[in-house]
């Protein structure tokens, strides 16, 4: 079973990532700080980085590009996390 964890960023917690590069900054460091993370992307939105879940999908896709990240089905959902290295 997948759970969800509600992490706060300091000051940063309250703050809105609102640049592309800010927000895969702060995945990076989420899945740097709990490498066995999995979210869909509106989990990634709300607990991970507090923005909206359409400038969420566009930082993911460049993190997958990247390979950053790795989209992963679980029961017809997608969940994002940590690419292996």
């Given amino acids: ?19 592309r590069e800010e927000l895969k900054k702060r995945i990076r ?7 066995m993370a999995k979210d869909t992307i509106h989990g990634i939105a709300t607990f991970w980085v507090g923005a909206s879940a359409e400038v969420v999908a566009d930082a993911l896709a460049e993190l997958v590009e990247e390979e950053v990240v790795e989209e992963v089905w679980y029961h017809g959902t997608s969940y ?6």
């Fill in 1 to 19: 079973m997948l759970s969800r964890k509600s992490v706060k960023f300091g000051s940063e917690a309250t703050a809105v990532a609102t640049s």
């Fill in 29 to 35: 460091e989420y899945l740097s700080r709990y490498p």
């Fill in 80 to 85: 994002y996390q940590r690419r292996e290295p």
